[in-house]
């Protein structure tokens, strides 16, 4: 999928509300996106009510959103989205407003995304993974790139990304060692003694979450 070939434009859905179009495709219901969204997200409310973190798949104009946000009530959530599209996030926040309640994220491709600090810190409170429909379905082979990302085989291919000089040091007692042998270490043996640990257990958790939507 190349995005620089899509079309890109937005209609008022028949009760006034702003649609994306990307390529012929509505990423929201043209009669009422609010009651779709209703629809899609009320079946999984046993699932936010009992999740504190959320990472979406599309954004959307957020209506899906919303819904999540308006079932998790009064607690404490924290919600990242994936949106590959960059038109459809700079019309979200222009029409629709900065939003304080979801952070967005807007990566080039997985290899990007699992370098952010920010994400792969996120991904440690082991998020319950919901993807918008419509968004999913048209992004497809991206979304599956970050669900099916392999980390590299060698931890010592990860020191490109570490910028403390501590970890860096503590890297080379990983020296040739496989990334699923340390994954096991940490889990079986020796438990997490370091940030860095954190991160490599955060990015094994997203290679086995299940998809709820």
């Known amino acids: 999928m190349n995005l620089n070939e899509l079309t890109y434009e937005l209609k008022k859905a028949r009760n006034g509300d702003l649609v994306p179009i990307i390529s012929g495709v509505h990423l929201h219901s043209i009669y009422n996106p609010v009651i779709e969204a209703k629809s899609q997200i009320n079946q999984y409310q046993n699932a936010i009510i009992e999740n504190n973190s959320f990472l979406i798949l599309g954004l959307g104009f957020a209506y899906h959103i919303d819904e999540i946000i308006k079932i998790a009530g009064d607690k404490k959530i924290s919600i990242i989205v994936i949106e590959p599209n960059s038109q459809v996030i700079n019309d979200f926040k222009r029409l629709k407003g900065l939003r304080s309640d979801i952070k967005i994220l807007n990566p080039k491709n997985t290899s990007e995304l699992f370098e952010n600090i920010e994400f792969v810190k996120f991904l440690k409170t082991k998020p319950a993974i919901i993807k918008h429909e419509n968004s999913y379905s048209l992004y497809h082979d991206f979304f599956q790139g970050i669900l099916k990302y392999q980390a590299p085989q060698l931890i010592q291919d990860f020191s490109r990304l ?10 080379k007692m990983y020296q040739n060692q496989s990334f699923d042998d340390v994954i096991e270490k940490i889990t079986t043996q020796t438990g997490v003694t370091n940030n860095f640990e954190f991160a490599l257990l955060a990015i094994d958790s997203i290679r086995n979450k299940q998809v709820i939507i």
């Open 162 to 171: 570490v910028h403390n000089i501590d970890v860096k040091q503590h890297l």
